[in-house]
């Protein structure tokens, strides 16, 4: 007499071995996915540091060609912040640098802030404390 036995389920060793081959594969896998959540911090902080420095510059590059340039030659020297960078305080404010600008390098000597001609401008919006900077030249005529 041959009895057929038919197996329904799974027997334990099979639930253990499937247990541990799900551990040794999610470990990874979550490691994986807490690097992306990181990530998207980091994402959102730079996207909203540039936020800030765009919408600086636009303004700035709103305002007429003469503050700007009184501004600069106030300052006196391009690393020094002028009246339009935001008052001290918590850290993270935006310091604004202005300087006239050598962009024809007539005097010959490779420094763009020496020898300036009267009708270039630089520009420069910075956040304190951080690398996260924009920087352009305006001319008097736009």
Do not use: C, K
């Amino acid at each position: 007499m041959n009895r057929h036995r038919q197996e329904h389920g799974l027997t334990l060793v099979e639930v253990l071995v499937t247990i541990v081959l799900l551990t040794i594969v999610l470990v990874p896998a979550m490691r994986a996915l807490q690097t992306g959540v990181v990530g998207a911090g980091v994402h959102g902080d730079v996207s909203s540091s540039h936020y800030r420095l765009t919408s600086r510059l636009e303004e700035l590059l709103a305002e007429p060609f003469a503050d700007l340039s009184d501004a600069a030659i106030a300052a006196g020297a391009p690393t020094t912040a002028t009246t339009y960078s935001e008052a001290a305080g918590p850290p993270g404010r935006l310091l604004v640098y202005l300087s006239l600008y050598d962009g024809d390098n007539t005097d010959a000597d490779d420094n763009p802030f020496t020898g300036t001609d009267p009708d270039l401008l630089w520009i420069r919006v910075e956040i304190e404390d951080s690398v996260h900077t924009l920087q352009t030249i305006r001319a008097s005529g736009y």
